[in-house]
């Protein structure tokens, strides 16, 4: 450990030592072979409460990941894939069953007390806020629990109500304030303690998609400026890619794929031409041509959507269509959206079966 | 808006942490109690009926003064002790259902902390609660004798400590089986049995007498008697004895219900139902 000093001049201890994913990268959060199997309750204890589980549930079976200074990683995947699990074992609300992970060069196992000091939570709903008390109340209860002084939060608030774009509103009650502005407050509470880390669960959940794209731009100007290692997990796709981040799609407690989003694309995306004719039966009399020459499309009143070949590209597809090529009004590529892409890489596999954890 | 901040871990030792969280959730109790003020003020008027109760019945039974002085203080401390012993549990349950269990114990502090630091507010509150019972007790014409309060104050604040730790049994219980009342209601109901607040323990058949040994109730009930009223009744432990008794109480059965909680939450949290 070294000794750091804030601007507020309190001097602290600052954990140095990284964990062995970190060697030459500024890496923050790091997990290897994370696997965590809920099992059921002891007989014993079913006399009192009924267990939800009958057999075992492998939550997450051999995660890796590494989230460095300054970076995002999306966590994506359907309910039950193992993201909450994930989020959970970071912050110490439950301890994996075997593989290791650190947050800046603290043990996910042993240190998890010390982990959230460095790593701040935002839950994806709004009761974890106090609702009856301002939203410098609300602050003032986090700060207090991190061991904040008063003369840090005399500085410290303001500064992260600025952040969140929420001066004005610091003596507001909770209650009163819009589902976009309690978002924000959950961020600035998260914030509140100078992080290395942020885990935001679902950030957007219950906001609108403007308030959202404010929230996501808020967050990625504060992952560059506060050097912040932020995992974030969100079912909205199209703010994902918005973010262009790094992604980690996982299902069944599985890594299905880690990297970035343009990597995925390149690696999986079919692109597919759409060429619109002057009629409709010039349309259809296309679609019939080239299915009939290997390729595959479909028609629809005076458009054709004809999936781009691998190898030709669009020579392919205009040999195919001969002499209808010359009745093609309009032609433009359509990018493969997020959805479709991520559902073939789950696709790429077979699916085990869906757990209900 | 500030630059980069380098991250930071507090030193802080287990007192600090132990001051900083009672403090954050006191204040947090007072601002919320603050936005209720009328049912702040109707929690602690609801104090006179019972009162009223039991000085219209020693008067129908012609009981006298001294039994209503016996009876009001015998209930003015179970009262205030009900509130150290359910508070516990209650809040922590509160927070389980509401989903907002998780969002306390992300929070750098011990998590067995966390619950002590959320009765804290209502125990002092309950202790008042005592106070304003016996209070009104002598406006109906209670004789008490008022200048052995201090010492009454140290005893019953003695015996919320001890309400506390026995919360501390039923948390354990509640965290692991989703559950606490059923360990309260026993020992709330066994307490009331046993504890003497409208009898003596010596009304007891010996075979049930001995329990009343084992719950702080009866030794802070026996003792306020002893120091509160102008005719103590015959066969009091003396306050000395009950202080030395509860002190001794407090610390095993702290030390024993912490014990016990932190391995209830450790084994929750390592079967993964700590916040459901």
């Known amino acids: 450990m070294t000794a750091d000093t804030t601007k507020t001049g309190e001097r602290f201890e600052m954990p140095t030592g990284q964990g062995p994913l970190s060697a030459g990268r500024n890496e923050v959060i790091g997990l290897s072979g994370l696997t965590k199997t809920y099992e059921p309750t002891p007989k014993w204890m079913r006399a009192f409460a009924r267990t939800h589980i009958r057999q075992p549930v492998k939550a997450l079976d051999g995660i890796d990941l590494s989230v460095s200074a300054g970076e995002v990683c999306a966590i994506v995947g359907p309910n039950g894939a193992g993201k909450t699990t994930m989020f959970k074992i970071i912050v110490g609300l439950t301890s994996p069953t075997s593989g290791s992970g650190h947050v800046s060069g603290l043990d996910i196992c042993s240190e998890s007390e010390q982990i959230r000091q460095v790593v701040g939570w935002m839950p994806s709903e709004d009761r974890s806020l106090l609702m009856r008390a301002t939203v410098k109340e609300n602050l003032l209860l986090h700060g207090r629990l991190q061991g904040m002084t008063k003369r840090e939060f005399v500085n410290r608030i303001p500064e992260v109500l600025e952040m969140v774009n929420l001066t004005a509103q610091e003596n507001s009650v909770v209650v009163s304030l819009s589902a976009g502005m309690k978002a924000r407050l959950r961020l600035a509470r998260a914030l509140l303690p100078a992080p290395r880390a942020l885990i935001l669960d679902e950030p957007t959940g219950a906001i609108d998609p403007v308030a959202a794209h404010g929230l996501l731009n808020l967050i990625t100007d504060l992952v560059q400026k506060e050097q912040l290692a932020v995992l974030i997990s969100s079912h909205r796709l199209e703010e994902i890619e918005a973010l262009k981040s790094k992604a980690l799609l996982m299902s069944d407690g599985h890594v299905k794929y880690d990297g970035d989003l343009d990597t995925l694309r390149n690696r999986w995306e079919q692109t597919r031409l759409e060429i619109t004719f002057s009629k409709s039966t010039l349309a259809y009399s296309a679609e019939t041509r080239l299915n009939s020459n290997g390729l595959r499309a479909s028609a629809t009143d005076k458009t054709v959507e004809c999936l781009l070949p691998t190898v030709g590209g669009v020579g392919v597809v205009f040999a195919a269509l001969g002499e209808l090529s010359l009745s093609v009004e309009h032609l433009r590529e359509l990018p493969m959206p997020l959805r479709d892409l991520i559902a073939m890489v789950y696709q790429s596999e077979p699916q085990e079966q869906r757990r209900t954890k | ?276």
């Open chain 2, 1 to 276: 808006m500030s630059g980069a901040r380098a991250s930071v871990i507090r030193n802080r030792g287990l007192p600090q942490k132990v001051l900083d969280t009672f403090g954050a959730y006191i204040r947090i109790d007072i601002v919320e109690d603050w936005m209720f003020p009328l049912s702040l003020v109707l929690r602690y008027m609801a104090v006179i009926f019972p009162v009223l109760l039991y000085f219209f019945q020693s008067l129908y039974l012609d009981l006298g003064p001294d039994q209503f002085a016996f009876m009001v203080i015998g209930i003015s401390v179970t009262a205030g002790l009900q509130d150290a012993l359910t508070g516990l549990t209650g809040r922590l349950q509160f927070a389980q259902e509401r989903g907002t269990l998780e969002t306390y114990m992300v929070e750098p502090v011990p998590w067995a902390i966390i619950p002590l630091a959320m009765n804290i507010w209502r125990s002092l509150s309950g202790a008042v609660l005592a106070c304003l019972m016996v209070s009104v007790g002598a406006l109906f014409g209670a004789p008490l004798d008022l200048s052995r309060v201090p010492l009454a104050l140290t005893i019953l604040f003695l015996g919320i400590i001890s309400c506390n730790a026995i919360g501390t049994f039923a948390a354990s219980f509640l965290v692991l089986f989703k559950r606490g009342e059923p360990v309260i209601m026993i020992y709330g109901l066994a307490a009331g049995v046993v504890g003497g607040s409208l009898f003596p323990p010596t009304v007891l058949p010996g075979w049930l007498r001995w329990l009343s040994y084992l719950v702080p109730h009866s030794y802070v009930i026996s003792a306020e008697r002893q120091l509160l009223m102008q005719v103590p009744p015959e066969g009091g432990v003396a306050p000395a004895i009950v202080i030395g008794a509860l002190v001794v109480f407090c610390i095993v059965a702290s030390a024993s219900g912490l014990y016990v909680f932190d391995k209830s939450l450790n084994y929750a949290k390592r079967l993964g139902i700590l916040g459901v």
